[in-house]
């Protein structure tokens, strides 16, 4: 694992992703981050990321629907 320390505004690079990582805000415990990369590079929260993998293991299907079947929130 890397471990870097960034200020507000600072960023850290992905190359082989094509992604930027910018710290947008430092507020108590919470750190806002700022992604930007190209479309085909899927990016999601690990919580989300799982419920992809639990649906693909059920019944495999295309990213794009896995993606949004995982993005909804139940009621």
Known sequence: ????SR???EEFVVPQCELVVT????RGDKVRLGISG??????????VWE???????VAPVPVSEA???ADRRPE
């Open 7 to 9: 200020k507000v505004g």
């Open 51 to 57: 419920r992809i993998e639990a649906l693909r293991a």
């Open 67 to 69: 993606t949004a079947a």
């Open 38 to 47: 190209p479309r085909r590079v899927e990016v999601h929260r690990r919580e």
């Open 23 to 26: 710290v947008l805000e430092i």
């Open 1 to 4: 694992m890397l471990v870097l």
